[in-house]
């Protein structure tokens, strides 16, 4: 057994890791944005869907009831195919998929494993949340598109055992966001082109409106999340354990998962394969939701470690 002692020291060891890890994030996100956001997703999408779903939904995962995954599959399958069908024809409904998945996080929640008041408030906030979505579909989807990148930040200090390390990359992260925010990083934002993709075009979809100002800094900070959102996947949130499966598994997923997006890469445009892998893959936002809801409803706490 570690001493006291010896396990904060290897708490606050980890922390820095993670620390250091986030400043790097920081500074590459900075320096390039339009690289981070048409590569990464290109070279660790993929990846970070898997591991997120082997979190969310695998052996000892988040999502610990098959009643939860049973009641929100035929609403979040449905998702899946009209994005699948968006994406090939055009005629996205936002709408529908805001209503779909509301009906899938309702459902979440009346059937977590907490008491009946605790379900029924949770589902309340649902419904509300789902109403107000419904009537701005629109700026819904844009803060769905930022909020998400939140939600494995989330859970690491919801689930951590190590709080202090969660912590420290939190605050750090909040830091450099705020720093860029109130414009003390503008000197150092990268401005550079990428396969057609240009800082004020990324800020055209990610900041409709922001202005020339607030556009830019809006599209950096997108960047450090994305970057952060990956990280936190991929790494401090380490898979659940299982016979065979190791760090060995996590890189080979790592180097392996991105190949059929670069060979498609290589025939249609760069940004067109992007664009489809984020179109499709979003739908594993929606599972990282169930597992929010059903963590609120379900008054129980599960644990992953963090490993910067």
């Not at 920081?26 to 048409?38: D, H, K, R, Y």
């Not at 605790?118 to 419904?134: D, E, I, Q, S």
């Not at 599209?219 to 354990?241: C, K």
């Amino acid at each position: 057994m570690m001493l006291p002692a010896l396990a904060g020291a290897a708490t606050t060891l980890r922390g820095a890791r993670g620390v250091v890890v986030a400043l790097a994030l920081a500074a590459l996100a900075l320096a390039a944005p339009i690289a981070v956001l048409v590569v990464a997703p290109l070279l660790l999408g993929l990846p970070h869907v898997a591991a997120s779903a082997r979190i969310v939904l695998g052996d000892r995962g988040l999502v610990r009831h098959a009643r939860t995954v049973l009641v929100a599959l035929g609403p979040l399958a449905l998702i899946a195919v009209g994005r699948a069908h968006a994406t090939w024809s055009g005629g996205a409904a936002p709408w529908l998929e805001l209503g779909l998945a509301g009906l899938a996080l309702l459902a979440t929640a009346l059937v977590a494993a907490g008491g009946w008041a605790r379900r029924l408030g949770v589902a309340g906030v649902v419904v509300a949340v789902t109403a107000l979505a419904l009537r701005w579909p629109g700026p819904a989807m844009l803060g769905l598109l930022h909020g998400h990148n939140l939600v494995a930040l989330g859970l690491l200090v919801a689930c951590a055992r190590d709080r202090r390390g969660a912590g420290l990359i939190v605050v750090v992260v909040g830091l450099v966001l705020a720093a860029i925010g109130l414009g003390l990083l503008d000197h150092a934002l990268g401005d550079g082109r990428l396969a057609g993709l240009s800082l004020e075009g990324a800020a055209a979809v990610l900041a409709p409106g922001a202005g020339a100002a607030w556009g830019p800094r809006i599209v950096v900070g997108y960047a450090l999340l994305q970057l952060v959102h990956y990280a936190a996947w991929l790494g401090w949130l380490a898979p659940p354990p299982a016979p065979g499966l190791g760090l060995r598994w996590r890189w080979q997923l790592v180097l392996a998962a991105p190949l059929p997006l670069l060979v498609l890469g290589g025939v249609a445009p760069t940004l067109v394969t992007r664009d489809a892998y984020l179109a499709l893959a979003f739908v594993h936002v929606w599972w990282e939701l169930v597992a929010v809801v059903d963590r609120l409803a379900g008054a129980r706490r599960s644990h992953v470690t963090i490993r910067p």
